[in-house]
């Protein structure tokens, strides 16, 4: 398990322990938090997982593929640190990851 903080918009904070080898995506989803939608399942065929990572992090985490760069492109607001939920493999390493989601998904 790793202990993901999920981080609104509005800035209200979501600490939950999420299962290794889940995608950060469905632990914000099994936890009930709101600001990802996931509406594809997982399957990087939408951009409705959007977060942006926190800084200290995005070297932290195994570079993005091309699928996921493609899809990214869908999303509202993408920055330098924004990556799709679904495309993060949650390992231990990972303990105390921080992401933040966007005001809206673009769903």
């Avoid at 322990?17 to 950060?24: G, L």
């Avoid at 399957?43 to 993005?64: G, I």
Wanted: proline content about 4%; hydrophobic content about 40%; aromatic content about 4%.
């Amino acid at each position: 398990m790793a202990n993901i903080t999920y981080i609104e918009s509005t800035g209200k904070s979501h600490l939950a322990e999420v299962k290794e080898s889940w995608s950060v995506m469905k632990g914000a989803v099994h936890n009930g938090i709101p600001g990802i939608v996931g509406e594809c399942g997982g399957a990087c065929a939408c951009a409705t997982c959007h977060v942006y990572v926190d800084d200290a992090w995005k070297d932290r985490l195994q570079p993005m593929q091309e699928l996921e760069r493609d899809m990214i492109e869908f999303a509202l607001d993408v920055r330098a640190n924004s990556r799709l939920a679904c495309q993060i493999t949650v390992q231990p390493e990972l303990d105390g990851l921080i992401v933040r989601m966007p005001e809206t998904q673009n769903a």
